[in-house]
């Protein structure tokens, strides 16, 4: 008898938990195409992301540029800029509430519309994000934390493109 209903809870477990857990996996997009966006080039000109298909983004989204993590990371970014050079990223960075980057920062373009940005990768503008899309215009990584230099390298040494060039 012990064993009839052990099997039954075991069954009952299985039909509740595998529709939920499938469900999870098929709602959830394994590839993500980044969402395009605008930005002024060193020269003021416009351009988009799909202009920089083939160079790793790493995409900054913060309400200013004042203070908090976007702060943080800039530092941790600053530290490693030859890391990034190398690999030909380009760094982009986004303020929905408005705002301009200091002098001596690293090297950032800045978003033209940094509003359409918050909506289009469902952030709230006042909070923060940083995005690596890779060279093949998919989202590699999401973070709502400051992340060391070695993570986002690891993430654009890790892109699929990356990958697929070191095997040929």
């Known amino acids: ?5 052990w099997f039954t809870g075991v069954i009952a477990g299985f039909l509740i938990i595998v ?24 020269k003021g000109h416009i351009s988009s992301l799909k202009s920089l298909r083939g160079k790793p983004v790493i995409l900054l989204v913060a309400p200013s540029a004042g203070k908090g993590r976007f702060r943080r990371e800039i530092k ?3 530290r490693a800029s030859r890391s990034f050079t190398s690999r030909k990223a380009v760094l982009v960075a986004a303020f929905p509430q408005g705002g301009e980057m200091m002098r001596g920062e ?20 006042n909070s923060y994000r940083l995005f690596v899309i890779g060279p093949d ?11 060391s230099a070695q993570r986002i390298i690891d993430a654009i040494d890790n892109s699929y493109v990356v ?5 040929s």
């Open 76 to 78: 941790t970014i600053n």
């Open 137 to 147: 215009g998919n989202l590699d990584l999401r973070s709502t934390r400051v992340l």
């Open 106 to 125: 690293s090297p950032f373009l800045l978003a033209a519309d940094p509003s359409h940005i918050a909506t289009a990768y469902g952030i709230d503008p």
């Open 163 to 167: 990958q697929a060039r070191r095997k």
């Open 19 to 42: 529709p939920i857990v499938s469900g999870a996996v098929t709602e959830t997009p394994l590839v993500q195409l980044a969402p395009d966006f605008s930005f002024r080039d060193a």
């Open 1 to 5: 008898m012990k064993g009839r209903i």
